[in-house]
């Protein structure tokens, strides 16, 4: 039987000491705001938008929300983001992915200031993460350090596997698995022989995206299983990437979905809006 790690009560552990930290900045009139900025109707966009202006709600981060319609130019997007990034009282600035496919995603995330980009997707913030010099990091890996941190697990020497190496949660959590001194393998779509690999790893980090996609097979005895996938079952209800009720029964830790990483991204971009607040002063 595994360890649950409780993302929920981890997330409220760290928000009550942000909320603090909040308190203390806007007695000294600093108000950490971030700004949202939603194009088109998506409807899992919408939902991930509002739980990210309640959290800024919830410990006294100012947010505002700029909602385009679905016809939106790239340039009219820039020209937002170009008086978001000059504005004074803006700490930080994210632009809800996936945008229409008329807007160029690239151009846009380059365009957001690197210190105001609280996601990380800049590719000067990358280059500093890369480096070993972040400030703002990507925000589901910091999740996941900073959820590993607190059940006192230590990543220094362990052999750790990164299933997807997608540019959001892949690439970056190997960088900061690194970081820690962690011994990392990146596995993806080519990889051969992928179950000898995650079979030997002592943490598992899957990123995939498939139900049902890592088993009981792939996961050795006492690995501790941290679990991105945010995917439906066949009766449409909120799985991860691991067959649950199996792999718990190997690892010594596992994230359930929901309730595992999910709420730590929202956490880890607070604690970045915070952030980028005190470096503006
Ligand atoms: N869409 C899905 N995940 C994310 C995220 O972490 N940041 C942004 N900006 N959009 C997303």
């Not at 900045?25 to 899992?44: F, R, T």
């Not at 978001?84 to 957001?112: A, F, H, M, W, Y």
């Not at 790893?201 to 941290?226: H, N, Q, R, W, Y």
């Amino acid at each position: 039987m595994a360890l649950i790690i409780d993302g929920k009560k981890i997330r409220d552990h760290n928000l009550a000491i942000m909320k603090k930290e909040v308190e203390e900045l806007n007695s000294k009139n600093i108000y950490p705001c971030l700004c949202v900025i939603i194009v088109g109707n998506d409807p899992a966009s919408r939902v991930y938008v509002n739980n990210k202006k309640k959290a800024c709600e919830n410990i006294g981060i100012l947010s505002r929300e700029y909602a385009l319609p679905t016809d939106t130019e790239t340039s009219e997007l820039l020209a937002l983001i170009d008086k978001l990034n000059n504005d004074e009282e803006v700490s930080g600035i994210l632009c809800q992915l996936p945008l229409p496919v008329q807007i160029e995603e690239k151009t846009v995330l380059e365009r957001i200031s690197p210190e105001k980009d609280v996601d990380c997707f800049h590719p000067y913030n990358v280059g500093k993460l890369v480096q070993g010099d972040a400030v703002l990091k990507p925000c589901t890996p910091n999740g996941i350090i900073t959820m590993l941190d607190y059940m006192g697990y230590n990543i220094e020497g362990k052999n750790c596997v990164v299933i997807g190496r997608s540019n959001i949660v892949g690439k970056p959590m190997a960088q900061l698995l690194m970081e820690r001194n962690g011994t990392v393998t990146v596995c993806h779509k080519k990889t051969i022989d992928l179950k000898n690999i995650t079979s030997r790893a002592d943490l598992i980090v899957s990123s995939v995206g498939k139900p049902k996609f890592l088993t009981a097979d792939m996961v050795g005895e006492g690995a501790v299983v941290i679990d991105v996938g945010m995917n439906r079952d066949e009766n449409g209800n909120l799985c991860g990437d691991a067959v649950y009720d199996e792999v718990e029964k190997k690892a010594s830790m596992i994230t359930p979905v929901p309730g595992g990483v999910g709420p730590m991204t929202i956490t880890m971009l607070m604690k970045n809006t915070i952030l980028a607040e005190k470096i503006k002063n």
